[in-house]
């Protein structure tokens, strides 16, 4: 592994000059009283930086005139002792952005480009192309600049060039599309080489279908046919040698995907049969002529986000014949890929997938499918509103047929398995490979208390399962929510490295960004606009995503967030709620969405309070930009304006909503926790203790919302007892109850309704506080980069040992108590670039100093 990293990659191979470059070196276990930092570009020295600190990363802004790539050198001198004599060097190495990839053409194939949406499930062959590449000097780096929409992979000399899976940034298509670049040099050989790109639909050639019953996705995404772009670069000392690019002189090939969508899954065709996809009466017929397009119109740069990767592969825990079908149990909800290798010729073998069996044993498809087919097509019997299914199918040749998901994926317990004609058949291997973004985890844990860590483990693997190069809400819908997203934004970037991915979601939503100012509910945007106040844009509470994602960001990572494009669209928006009137965007939220006491009203979900709720979300909205306007540079009258509105805003809501004995509206959970939140109470210790006495009078039960759960861990901090009661309760209802009945992840309600994901992470925000409270590590966000840390850890009566970390942009932060009868031992490491204070119940025994790191012995009483 390289010593330093460039925006979290080791050699990146693509950096974007126009955003900062963080440099890093953090895995460094070396102590350390200052550094010199150098970046040469060939041999000319263009930035210098030295410090007497012990930071462990550098930010840095390159002037980008370069018309171009470049290969830039770092040196970094690390110094030891006063008379600053060098106690190590490092060395990296980075390559600027390719400018002239753009002089390569996006390529398609030909077929039939006015075909009708109501074929498109019909089986055709999957898209490929091909080419050839003569390659003399292997010395120099060769880099090859690809895109790929939806979904790709590249082969060279029949060896797939990377680990990634469902690979390609989803985003607006239409403003920006992300382009990976790869060394190639060791997939190559001197002479010939054979270039393979394969293409999947991905979410640029959704399928029709109705989401909810009612969005179809090709009306909002920027959609096409599947297309790559790509170029070749051989790089030496003094030029680039544009050795290859995508045209239409690219060959078009057929493979044995006939059919791929997210939603449903994927048609393999190994048989003899689909070799005749030219033929003129074949039902599949497509035209294998290679055609160059515009693209999809956005802007190519860099991808910078951690990849799509596969897990270890999981076997089947149960596997029972039930005639000539198969139902296989994994034991526990994977959100994966599948593999399947079976010897039978000649078999149409289906694979349909669910997260539970109804009562009666079968596949129970319920909490897997929001969507139906919304066309008709009579050649394939499928109605507008039939509900889609996940279900793959692997057509057998001669031989070993092996089948694997490669562009899409599924979510599921449960297996299927069974040939279309009821014919008899034997499979050699199954196996199910969790797949999603492979994000760094940064935190650890483990306790003598087993339930704290199976809820731990949930709330991991649940969010893991619903990332895949966004945050998404569940593995039924896979949508970039704005109030999901809020919701877990701190337990996100205590659970995971998100500084890459923060960036990008932040960069989703700007991109999706209405003219008048408006942020859209999900990102990429898709047709939900519920109670939004104004065309596109989304209800107020997942709105808040765009000012909180920054505000979260600066705490955590700081402020190079706060680039040029990422100022406008916060100006743009807080002009777009202050034109407001109150009477009127009031009543544009969702409120504490998923509420336990939650009502059906006209048939439609309504949690409690819902109307002082969205008032309440106005202004915590408009708080959010009073913390932003400084950084933001608003100009005076603005901020005034601002202020202005910010009180007239409290006086209504406390005028229309508070009841004489201080609560609002019927007092509901969800009513405390927002009145906390936009500060319009009048004590707020009185407040939380009525709010206390309220949970435990209805039997210790948290009934918030996404939102007001989320924040309640921040809040009552002072009551962390109540809070441990609550995620300790073992019956309904409640987390341990939900992960116990639902293979160990988290689901969408605690009492699941008809039809509501069984994998779903917008309850999973309780990873926060184990990082807050029973590891004790708390941070302000009043001071950026998470540089200061208050010690305070909550030790349970019932838990008598507790270990865990947080790897911090600083270092690692680690922790370790000892429950005694009236005290606890405890061990904490900070690294000396967090300043530390510490609660009143503890007492420091003992500091000493390892490497760039302190070290405490502490006793809590």
Known sequence: MEDILINGKENNLAVDLDEPIKIEWSKLATGYLGYLLEIYQEDRLIHKIASQGTEVFYYVQLRNNFQERKKFRVKLCLYSGENGSVKEQFKTFFYSANPNLTHSSWITRLDNPIEKEVTNYRKRVGFSFETNLDVGNLADDILLDISGIGYYEVYINGRKINDYFLNSDVTNYSKVVYYDTFKINKFLTSGSNLIQVSLGNGWFNPAPLKLLGKYNM???????????????????????????????????????????????????????????????????????????????????????IEKIKREEPCTPKKNVRQGEKYLIDFGKIISGQIRLQVSSPDKEIYLKYAEKLTEFGDLDFSTTTTSTYGVDDNELGISNDDPVIQEDLLMTGQGVSVFENHFSYHSFRYVSVYEKNGKSFEFDDISAFPTYTNMDQVISFNSSNEGLNSLFQAHIQTKKNNIHSYYEDCARERLGYGGDIVALLESQILTFNSENMLRK????????????????????????????????????????VLPEIVIKYMKYYGSQILTKPVIDSLKKHVDYLLSFDFDYIKQCCLGDWGALDTKLIEGKETPPDREFCSAAMYLIMLRKYQLLAPKIGLTKEKVTFLTETVMDTERKIIAEFRNEHGTFQSGSQSSYLFALKAEIVDSVEVFKKSLVNKIESEDNIFKFGIFGMAWSYEILNDYPDVIYKWLQRKTYPGFQKMIQENGGVLSEYFQPLPGSSLNHAMFSSYGSWFVSDLLGLKFSEAVEQSKHLFFSPFIPNDVDFLEGSFESVHGLISVKWNRKETKSNCVLTVPDAITTSFSENICINKKRKEMNRRVYLLSVK
């Open 218 to 304: 090709r009306n909002y995404l920027a959609i096409g046919k599947p297309m790559m772009i790509c170029q070749i670069t051989q790089l030496s000392q003094d030029e680039a040698n544009y050795l290859l690019q995508s045209d239409k002189l690219w060959h078009s090939k057929t493979t044995n995907l006939v059919f791929d969508n997210l939603y449903i899954g994927e048609t393999r065709d190994f048989s003899e049969k689909n070799k005749m996809v030219t033929d003129q009466l074949s039902s599949r017929k497509v035209d294998l002529t290679t055609v160059e397009v515009p693209g999809p119109g956005g802007k190519l740069v860099p991808s910078f």
């Open 505 to 544: 979601v932040l960069y989703d939503f700007i991109n999706d960004q209405t003219e008048i100012g408006g942020i859209t509910q999900t990102a990429p945007y898709m047709g939900i606009q519920t109670y939004g106040p104004s065309n596109r844009a989304g209800s107020l509470g997942w709105q808040l």
